[in-house]
Structures are given as structure tokens and as C-alpha cells.
Nanobody, 115 residues
Framework: QVQLVESGGGSVQAGGSLRLSCAASGMIFSQCAMGWYRQAPGKQREFVARSGYTTNYADSVKGRFTISRDNAKMTVYLQMNSLKPEDTADYYC???????????WGQGTRVTVSS
């Protein structure tokens, strides 16, 4: 049973930093693309970053956010620097297993950036 558990959210002032973590279980982590999405109040969920065969970022976070992964710990991270109020959202971890297919989501962690 695949499980993704995010942590690291919280409240921070603009310009600050946070690091989100997503611990995975029940999957072959090294054979998954791992991503981060976010959903702000009243808005649709949007792509933030992905680590797979390549690493990709949304234009809105390029140069400020960094995705990384530790396959041994089965954990993916999102380092968020120079945070802006518009980064306020619930952040969700996504797993895309290459060999077995399917899409898996974590429960989300809230990030609040105040001006």
C-alpha cells in the first residue's frame, strides 16, 4: 500500500525559507517520479516541481525552490527560499511509479507566507 506523508509546512514571513519533506512507503521509490503540487484557497491545484528522469519547475518558483530526493530514505524534499505571500497554499507530494503506473498523493502540508 503506497503511502506519502508530507511534513515541514508552517508559517513564515516573506523572504523566509521552509523545507518540506515527503516520506514514501509501499513502493519502489527509485522507480518513481516524485513531484510537488500546491493548491491555494479558491484555486486549482498546480504543478510546482518534479524529480524524475529530469527535474522540472514551474516558472513561478524557478530560482527559489529546489526539489531533491534521497532514494535510500525514500524521501523527497522541497527547499523553498525567498518565499512570497503568493506561495501560500497546501502543498502536496505526488508519486508516479514508472513500472506499475498510477498516481499517488499525500495528504498535504500547509504553508502560509505573511507579508
Amino acid at each position: 500500500q503506497v503511502q506519502l506523508v508530507e511534513s515541514g509546512g508552517g508559517s513564515v514571513q516573506a523572504g523566509g525559507s521552509l523545507r518540506l519533506s515527503c516520506a514514501a512507503s509501499g513502493m519502489i521509490f527509485s522507480q518513481c517520479a516524485m513531484g510537488w503540487y500546491r493548491q491555494a484557497p479558491g484555486k486549482q491545484r498546480e504543478f510546482v516541481a518534479r524529480s524524475g528522469y529530469t527535474t522540472n519547475y514551474a516558472d513561478s518558483v524557478k530560482g527559489r525552490f529546489t526539489i531533491s530526493r534521497d532514494n535510500a530514505k525514500m524521501t523527497v524534499y522541497l527547499q523553498m527560499n525567498s518565499l512570497k505571500p503568493e506561495d501560500t497554499a497546501d502543498y502536496y507530494c505526488q508519486a508516479l511509479p514508472w513500472t506499475t503506473g498510477g498516481t499517488y498523493w499525500g495528504q498535504g502540508t500547509r504553508v502560509t507566507v505573511s507579508s
